[in-house]
């Protein structure tokens, strides 16, 4: 006589029920880390769907694809600024980097767009510096700088330019600083004894009245006259901050050799243009971006979860981004899976070989307009920047 437990209609109910509490384990375990992720995430994501979208792809059969994935390149904008509600230009893009990933090619890309270029505002006629997109949607609603920026890039670039985060003083120098710090080569002394010491337009800050003033001004194409003209819309008096307040200390230095930046030196070391350039700027900029990754990488944060879970922390009011949650946990799959991916590098600027260039002045100040007046050389070299010579002057003239 068959003992009742090891008849087969029990067991495999046995083997059911057993199968439906793992399960079920399994769920409230995941749900509780997608809660966790997704919480942080949200935080910084201006993307639409939330935690239910994220809860969404992590079932079996949802497809977790980004946007140019399938067609082997992701491209996401990376920007940075003062902030929101700071003064002195809070929302101007002043660093703006696109970067592209091949996953199954194993190669990386940054180009770094000048913030003087000149473009048309999308969804307008009128002519700005490009740094003043991100600036001009934010004043129509939260985000819609993100989508301005990602319309104007994939424009100028010819890349479908899907996603965009920004970071702005606080969060930069946050990030830096969660890490340790991070290590940076100076083969001469740096010093920046001009940028930082500049006059501003008089606000809280700026309180020293110098008794010159600063035009705002506007390109519009006037349809009587069939051209573009240009008028000032504001003028304001610029003020200098007392001594004791300049940001970066007035005059910034740093000594030659091998030197750990904490945060406040990376970011105005990102920051220093005056006494180089804006391009010289912008190549340290990608270095110190290098920096941070190599960090990120030996340090074993990206894949320690407590570690990403405090700088998350850190960055939540600092950061935003379009991309959900899930579409974050993805572009994480991707990248880890990356090992010493090689990385190609440019720099727009004024020459045949950054293919802009600075045309005489007609009163909308110092500007760049790309090479032909037309954006097919740039489309070319960004099209072909993994196959072509790196950039020769990559690395930055101290």
């Known amino acids: 006589m068959l003992n009742k437990t090891s008849q087969p209609g029990f067991m495999k109910r046995k083997w059911v029920k057993i199968a439906l509490v793992v399960l079920a ?48 390149q992701v491209n996401i904008a990376l920007l940075g600024m003062r902030g929101e509600g700071v003064t002195g230009g809070g929302t101007l893009a002043d660093t703006i980097i696109i970067v592209s990933i091949r996953p199954a090619e194993n190669k990386i890309s940054m180009v770094s767009v000048p913030r003087d270029l000149y473009v048309t505002v999308p969804g307008t006629q009128d002519k ?20 301005d920026m990602k319309t104007i890039l994939s424009d100028v670039t010819g ?49 020293i009245p110098t008794g010159e003033f600063e035009n705002k001004t506007i390109k519009y194409f006037s349809k ?72 990120l990488l030996t340090a074993g944060t990206l894949t ?23 579409e974050m946990k993805r572009f994480y799959e991707l990248y880890s899976k990356m090992v010493n991916p090689q990385l190609y590098q440019r720099v727009m600027e004024n020459s045949e070989e950054g293919m802009l260039y600075n045309p005489p002045a007609d009163g909308a100040g110092y500007i760049l ?15 072909n920047i993994f196959t072509l010579p790196p950039q020769s002057d990559i690395k930055p003239k101290m």
């Not at 997608?34 to 949802?62: C, E, F, R």
């Not at 030659?256 to 970011?267: H, S, Y």
Request: with cysteine; glycine share 10%.
């Open 25 to 72: 384990l399994l769920i409230v375990g995941g749900g509780l880390f997608a809660w966790k992720t997704g919480n942080l995430l949200n935080k910084i994501s201006n993307g639409d769907g939330g935690l239910l979208s994220s809860l969404m792809h992590s079932l079996p059969g949802v497809k977790d694809e980004l946007q140019g994935e399938e067609e082997g």
């Open 128 to 147: 700005q510096k490009i740094n003043a997109v991100h600036a001009y949607g934010e004043q129509r609603g939260r985000g819609q700088g993100l989508e």
């Open 159 to 207: 890349l479908n330019v899907a996603y965009a985060t920004s970071i702005n003083f606080e969060g930069f120098k946050a990030l830096v600083d969660s890490i340790g710090g991070v290590n940076f080569h100076l083969d001469a002394p740096f010093s920046e004894a001009m940028q930082f010491n500049e006059a501003h337009v008089c606000d809280s800050f700026f309180t």
């Open 224 to 295: 009587s006259a069939n051209i573009y003209k240009t008028r000032v819309i504001e003028t304001h008096p610029l003020c200098n901050a007392p001594a004791g307040t300049l940001e970066c200390g007035g005059n910034f230095s740093l000594p030659a050799g091998d030197i750990t930046l904490n945060g406040d030196q990376a970011l105005c070391l990102s920051r220093s243009r005056v006494t180089t350039s804006d391009f010289e700027r912008a190549k340290r900029q990608q270095l110190i971006i290098q920096a941070i990754k190599d960090k």
């Open 304 to 326: 320690d979860f407590s570690k990403l879970n405090a700088i998350l922390d850190n960055l939540g009011d600092n950061v935003r981004t379009d991309m959900q949650a899930w």
């Open 369 to 383: 307009l790309p090479i032909g007046d037309n954006y097919d050389k740039i489309h070319d070299v960004v099209k």
